[in-house]
């Protein structure tokens, strides 16, 4: 018997048997009828995996001859397969890149070149941060901009939306803010502008802004804002 497996195992013979849910079925149902072994069982139906064999019986005495017929063929789907310990997800990310120490000197240095009156990149507004880098990014790299300026990639692109498309309800009321503050020549504080701001807009028939986006508004143009 086993010279007739060997025989099997080296000329091929078994090569052409096709796997199907009846040969399924038949080989456990001969084996267990015949109380036949393993090898004797690929002899006789010319079959030459002994290890499909013994899943086959073990999956039909465990869970009956429906799941053997529903028993897909071939290897486990990838996504089924776990995954050893010791491997690395694929999806691992890599480092993040960060600017060059020359790199990263000149893009600071140029930052608070451009940030005047303020002592550290700490103390700059992420608004100031996001108009710096708009500026800079026809120099250097954008990812080297964040990396190297204390501001996050969604507050920048967030300014920038703001920068392309301005509000032209909040444009028109900076330039009102702006006429009104010089005319008074800088001696007009929240309380007092919003006043002259109210009476201008119903003067032309708009809903006046509250004061405090007339105090946002004067922070963010530089123009000192006084208590309410």
């Not at 990014?137 to 300026?149: C, V």
């Amino acid at each position: 018997m086993c010279e007739n497996l060997c025989k099997i195992w080296q000329t091929g013979t078994a090569q052409s048997t096709k796997v199907t849910v009846d040969f399924r079925l038949n080989l456990v149902k001969w084996k267990q009828e015949n109380s036949a072994s393993i090898p004797k069982t690929c002899i006789h139906f010319a079959f030459r995996s002994p290890g499909s064999v013994l899943k086959w019986e073990a999956i039909y005495n465990k869970q009956g001859p429906q799941a053997l017929m529903e028993l897909r063929r071939g290897r486990k789907p990838k996504h089924c397969r776990t995954r050893p310990q010791g491997s690395k997800s694929a999806t691992t990310s890599t480092p993040k890149a960060v600017p060059s120490a020359t790199k990263r000197k000149l893009i600071i240095k140029d930052t608070t070149r451009r940030l005047k009156k303020i002592d550290s990149l700490e103390e700059a507004s992420k608004k100031e941060l996001a108009q710096v880098i708009y500026e800079l990014k026809a120099k250097y790299l954008l990812k080297d901009l964040i990396d190297a300026l204390p501001i996050a990639m969604s507050t920048y692109q967030y300014w920038q939306n703001r920068f392309e498309h301005p509000d032209e309800d909040e444009e028109e009321l900076k330039t009102v803010i702006r006429g009104l503050f010089n005319y008074y020549q800088a001696e007009y504080g929240v309380r007092r502008l919003s006043a002259q701001i109210r009476e201008y807009y119903r003067l032309i028939g708009k809903e006046a802004p509250n004061h405090k986006r007339v105090q946002r508004l004067m922070y963010e143009m530089g123009f000192k804002v006084y208590q309410i």
